[in-house]
């Protein structure tokens, strides 16, 4: 069973509506980095930490999206206003290291946006 | 920039015959590559992952070998099960804190 823990499972949204959704990497490791996999399986890579610091993300993310990794509090990303096509499975990862180490996912939050 | 390919979406096969999924990557460092798997609404996990130049890396009865001359980190198994229906993505690391996927190899075994 995966150690990394993503809630919810599922999330429904109207358009324009924000979507939250949270995070617990496995204890120890530092690193963690969110992906959108879309209907046809694809990895989009979002934004990943090390810590609390942002260390990539891509322009939609800077614009849309929020996301931190507070200390001893769970990760997030939040959809500020959704959008039909953000209609995704939103997977997190965590690793000790950066991107030479193995990635340990979640199981994914399923965003549906009506 | 860094990619990775992976030519099959789909591959169908009978139990007990052999599987090779394709991966090439580009990048212009000295990369990890990776082979993850993601069963049924499952999360995906770590099969094999290899930096080392011609050397093969097995696990579960699956192995790879990285070909820096080729560009290429195949899948292969020599027995399909019906349990390893499931998607098979290939990814890279060139270093730092980037990890890219390809995208992704369903692979469906039947009886």
């Known amino acids: 069973n995966s150690k990394v823990i993503q809630t919810p499972r599922y999330l429904v949204k109207g358009q324009g509506q924000k979507a939250k959704m949270r995070c617990i990497p496995e204890k120890g490791h530092p690193v963690v980095f969110w992906y959108q996999q879309n209907k046809n399986n694809e990895f989009k890579f979002l934004i990943n930490f090390q810590n609390q610091e942002v260390l990539q993300q891509i322009d939609m993310t800077e614009k849309r999206f929020s996301a931190e990794c507070p200390s001893n509090s769970p990760c997030s990303l939040e959809i500020q206003s959704s959008e039909a096509g953000d209609s995704a499975l939103y997977l997190c990862?965590?690793?000790?290291?950066?991107?030479?180490?193995?990635?340990?996912f979640g199981s994914g939050t399923r965003l549906t946006v009506l | 920039g860094d990619s990775v390919t992976q030519t099959e979406g789909l591959v169908t096969l009978t139990k007990g015959l052999p599987v090779m999924l394709n991966c090439t990557y580009q990048?212009?460092?000295?990369?990890?590559l990776f082979w993850y798997v993601q069963h049924l609404n499952e999360a995906p996990k770590l099969l094999l992952k290899s930096s080392t130049d011609n050397k093969r890396t097995e696990h579960q009865g699956f192995y790879a070998t990285l070909h820096k001359s080729s560009s290429s980190f195949h899948l292969q198994k020599s027995s399909v099960q019906l349990s390893d229906s499931a998607l098979y993505f290939c990814a890279l690391s060139p270093g730092g804190y980037k990890v890219v996927f390809g995208s992704g190899t369903r692979l469906l075994v039947s009886p």
């Open positions: 990862a965590s690793s000790r290291q950066g991107g030479a180490e193995t990635l340990y």
């Open positions: 990048t212009t460092y000295s990369p990890f």
